[in-house]
DNA sequence: ATTTTCTTAGAACTAAATGGTCGATTGTTC
DNA sequence: GAACAATCGACCATTTAGTTCTAAGAAAAT
């Protein structure tokens, strides 16, 4: 092909379905070459394992994620509006990647510190992201806060311990009223008067 | 436990949500015994294999499927109308199944005939339900047909041959309308005037 | 035309996973 | 305490799946 960079991509894309349908365990090499009409063996050239496969997927899905962010930032001047759709987002992004964390969850997170590691990447920039969220929430005056890194943190916190009840419950139908309840409840000290 | 048959129910019950996550294949004894916090060996006291499971968990979903379609035909007099919704459960449910055959149209249809004979038995099930449908249509005088039987045959046919596309493109989103307007030029010549 | 580099895939290897068996164990009923 | 119901851990045989290796077909360069 013309570039060996375009097909990685084009690997991902790929791969990234597969994942987000069976979860890191279930998926397997031969099914992410057989959806690109490739033998196992030729996706070695790319690539240099499974894992490595996995982590350009969960690195991809940031991004997206990211940009999604970017988007919901510059959508109003309201920032318990922005607040609110950013963990609505956040929480449509987790009901997605359930299915990576289920399976690796799942026991023998032995040697799977490499995802902690990625994680942590995620953290650092949802802080940051919460963080300015909650900056432009103050100089506007909407919200009413000594200091916005460490009321960061504790949202980022908080925001994590939502994802366990999306990982184990699939999909609750009441859901979305649920999530506007919880946020309530978090953020009611957060809004000026 | 009280009734060895009531835990095999229970068993099917819980099997029947991995199976249509996962398919047959990618399902393993392991996870059913622990959705069922057992060992997995215990699985072995209710069923003699997972293919057994899994006929059991096909067994129900066809019951279920029978008594859905019970209540669509007791839901209406328009016969049209009535095969409309018909068709439209009948897809629902198949978009479910399209895990479990994926699983096993996946090549290696080896010793798989007992899926074979299941469908089968399926079949005969779907013709005999088609065909009172078409009849109390043509009894009504919507429906113009000089033998429901054979006719029920074609119908039935007709939507196997529309099952394919659900299983291989994943929800196109098109499908409601889609299937509207395939139903319309399959039926065309059924109604009267 | 020939050499070299890029790309692919089948075969082979290995470690792990998985369906299934069996005997032991625990609990319950008579 | 014998007989039966239910559960489980250890174990086995086979299959699977991640990875490596090598050869070979395309394509590009010389």
Same mark, same amino acid.
């Given at each position: ?22 979860? =890191?365990?279930?998926?397997?090499? %031969?099914?992410?070459? /057989?959806?690109? /009409? ?19 997927? +969960?690195?991809? !899905? ?5 940009? !999604?962010?970017?988007? +919901? ?20 992004? =987790?009901?997605?990647?359930? /299915?990576?964390? /289920? ?8 040697? =799977? ?29 909407? =919200? ?9 943190? &504790?949202?980022?916190? &908080?925001?994590?311990?939502? %994802? ?12 979305? &009223?649920?999530?506007? &309840? ?8 957060? +809004?000026?008067?």
């Amino acid at each position: 092909m013309v570039d060996k960079e375009k097909y990685r991509e084009k690997i991902v894309l790929s791969a990234s379905k597969i994942f987000s349908r069976y979860g =890191f365990k279930k998926t397997t090499m %031969e099914e992410i070459a /057989n959806a690109l /009409n490739k033998g196992k063996s030729s996706i070695y050239y790319y690539f240099k394992s499974k894992e490595e496969i996995f982590e350009a997927v +969960v690195d991809h !899905e940031a991004q997206v994620l990211k940009d !999604e962010l970017s988007k +919901v930032i510059k959508s109003s001047d309201d920032p318990e509006l922005i607040l609110r759709r950013y963990v609505k987002i956040r929480m449509k992004l =987790f009901e997605k990647l359930s /299915n990576y964390y /289920n399976a690796i969850f799942n026991r023998d997170l032995d040697h =799977f510190d490499f995802i902690e590691k990625q994680r942590e990447k995620y953290d650092l920039m949802e802080i940051a992201l919460i963080r300015y969220v909650l900056w432009r929430g103050v100089r506007s005056g909407h =919200f009413n806060l000594e200091n916005t890194g460490l009321a960061a943190l &504790a949202v980022q916190t &908080a925001l994590k311990g939502l %994802e366990l009840p999306l990982f184990w419950e699939k999909r609750s139908y009441g859901m979305d &009223a649920r999530l506007d &309840a919880i946020i309530d409840i978090l953020f009611y000290g957060i +809004v000026r008067k």
